[in-house]
């Protein structure tokens, strides 16, 4: 093989690595190449886990404010290869204190559930928009008022108990978006 024909190869297959590999790959070159004096604790990962990712990004006012008012959101959180969307799943959504929020209907067990939360990554379509988003796992008294907003939003659908009961509240994701350009 030429030189040539082996750093197309090379810069092909770069562009084909995993957003997250690339991310680590990038912060590790930037730790070694960026000497620190005095530095004797190792480098840590910041908040959100995930080395060289920015911090996380916040919804505009605008944008969920559309994207709950559609009720047309589709996730497609990332296949196993990490790069490869999942099928949209269209799903209720609902907006508590400025953050998105989407339940799994059938709990844990859900397709769409297990691969949000196993590669915590992906997109979601909505009111005309598509947007690269990061999902994550929510627990704690954020759900008491997560179910306010359900039962507000859904009042009189025969599917709202089950959204509000134990299995779909186990598997509420919060949806973050992320930087298009990262």
Same mark, same amino acid.
């Given at each position: 093989?030429? &030189?040539?024909?082996?750093?197309?190869?090379?810069?092909?297959?770069?562009?084909?690595?995993? !957003?997250?590999? /690339? *991310?680590?790959?990038? +912060?590790?070159?930037?730790?070694? +190449?960026?000497?620190?004096?005095?530095?004797?604790? !190792?480098?840590?990962?910041?908040?959100?886990?995930? /080395? %060289? $990712?920015?911090?996380?990004?916040? =919804?505009?006012?605008? $944008?969920?404010?559309?994207?709950? *008012?559609?009720?047309?959101?589709? /996730?497609?959180?990332?296949?196993?290869?990490?790069?490869?969307?999942?099928?949209?799943? =269209?799903? =209720?959504?609902? +907006? /508590?204190?400025?953050?998105?929020?989407?339940?799994?209907?059938?709990?844990?067990?859900?397709? =769409?559930?297990?691969?949000?939360?196993?590669?915590? +990554?992906? &997109?979601?379509?909505?009111?005309?928009?598509? &947007? $690269?988003?990061?999902?994550?796992?929510?627990? %704690? !008294?954020?759900? @008491?008022?997560?179910? $306010?907003?359900?039962?507000?939003?859904?009042?009189?659908?025969?599917?709202? *108990?089950?959204?509000?009961? @134990?299995? #779909?509240?186990?598997?509420?994701?919060?949806?973050? #978006?992320?930087?298009?350009?990262?």
């Amino acid at each position: 093989m030429s &030189r040539d024909a082996s750093a197309a190869t090379s810069k092909r297959h770069a562009t084909q690595l995993q !957003p997250r590999r /690339v *991310a680590r790959a990038l +912060a590790l070159a930037i730790a070694v +190449a960026v000497p620190t004096r005095g530095m004797t604790a !190792p480098i840590q990962d910041p908040p959100n886990g995930n /080395v %060289g $990712e920015k911090p996380a990004m916040t =919804w505009s006012t605008d $944008e969920l404010r559309r994207i709950v *008012a559609a009720d047309d959101l589709h /996730v497609s959180p990332f296949r196993e290869d990490g790069a490869t969307y999942g099928t949209p799943t =269209w799903i =209720w959504c609902v +907006a /508590v204190d400025g953050s998105l929020y989407v339940r799994a209907y059938n709990g844990r067990n859900s397709r =769409w559930y297990q691969a949000a939360i196993r590669q915590q +990554a992906g &997109r979601i379509t909505a009111a005309g928009m598509t &947007r $690269e988003v990061r999902f994550e796992p929510v627990e %704690g !008294p954020v759900n @008491d008022r997560i179910d $306010e907003a359900y039962r507000a939003k859904y009042q009189g659908s025969r599917y709202l *108990a089950p959204m509000v009961g @134990d299995g #779909p509240r186990s598997a509420t994701v919060r949806i973050v #978006p992320r930087d298009s350009g990262f």
